[in-house]
Each structure stands twice: as C-alpha cells, then as structure tokens.
C-alpha cells in the first residue's frame, strides 16, 4: 500500500471510530471492525469503468475470503460531486444484479456531501451518511438478515435514532469530528 492508500484507510478508519462507532450509527460495526474483518480498498483514478470494475473485483474477493465480512470501497479521487456519486451507486446496485449478486451482497452509501433527498444540506442528519470520501459498503447479505434477527431492538428503528442524535450533536459538533478525521497520522 502507498502513502496516499494508507492515509486514505487511516483517516477512514478513524472516521468509523470516531462517527459510526462511537455514536453507534451501526450498532453491528464495532465487533466487525474489532475483530479485523473490514477490508478496505482505495480504489486509484477515476471513470465509471474502473469505479465499477473494483466493486466486482472485491465480490469475487468476498466470494473467496469469508474471513472479510464487509468492504469499504474508498473512492477519493473521484465522485466528489453528490450527483456523479448517486450515478456511482445507483450502476453499482445494476451491476450487482446482473452479476447475479443481488441478495448476496448489499451496497451502503457514503459521501462527504451526503443528502437524503427531499432534506436541506444543511441538516445534521445527513451525516448519518456522510464519510471523509466518497465510499461504496458491501455487505454481506446474509449476515445482515442473521445479525437483525438478533439485535435486541428493532432494526427499523435505528435510520429514526440516528437522526435523532445527529440533529442533538448538531453540525458544528459533526463537522469538528469529521475534520478530525483528516489530521489522523498514518
């Protein structure tokens, strides 16, 4: 890995502890990331083409390597525009199915500028989904039916809860924390 790879995982690696963990956002990513099972990727360049080539190059490797249980697919020198990410995944979520991954695996979407539609931009629930890069999350399907039969709550309630905290925290509070992120030392 090169020094611009490292530091990308670094900084994104810190932006799960310090947002999704530690706000609990996911409330499944601790142990995930605890016991070593994200894999990251740092997809170099630009185009659709080769954005979409990783994505299926990193099924085949969760195909083979069950040790991974989630993927983060980390895009920073592309996408920087909400509207081309929104191309980004929504193709991603087309190709998965005529790979014929659909059910097996999952895309998650993050992005610095991320939006929920219909929501101002300024509204601190979009950082629920907000990251430091533009990222595609694959997840294991299956694992994602096992671990909701098991949570203790219920599993609609967490997008709810989410939000609710982001807007307590407030943009100011979020903002410091994703800029944070980027002063982590690889």
């Not at 096992?146 to 609609?156: I, R």
Request: aromatic share 10%; glycine share 4%.
């Amino acid at each position: 890995m090169d020094k611009r790879e490292t530091e990308v995982t670094a900084q994104t690696q810190q932006w799960l502890r310090s947002v999704v963990i530690e706000h609990s956002f996911c409330p499944f990513a601790q142990r995930e990331v605890e016991a070593g099972r994200v894999h990251y990727v740092v997809v170099g360049g630009v185009g659709m083409a080769n954005s979409l080539h990783a994505l299926v190059e990193e099924c085949e490797k969760l195909d083979q390597d069950s040790s991974i249980e989630t993927s983060l697919l980390i895009y920073p020198d592309a996408y920087q525009r909400f509207e081309d990410y929104l191309d980004l995944v929504a193709m991603a979520e087309d190709l998965l199915a005529e790979q014929g991954y659909e059910g097996v695996y999952q895309v998650a979407s993050f992005h610095p500028d991320y939006c929920f539609e219909g929501e101002d931009e300024s509204d601190a629930a979009n950082f629920t989904n907000r990251s430091p890069y533009p990222v595609l999350h694959l997840l294991r399907e299956a694992s994602l039916e096992k671990v909701l039969e098991n949570y203790a709550g219920d599993p609609a309630d967490i997008p709810e809860r989410n939000i609710k905290l982001a807007r307590e925290l407030g943009v100011s509070a979020l903002s410091a924390i994703f800029e944070s992120c980027f002063n982590t030392k690889s």
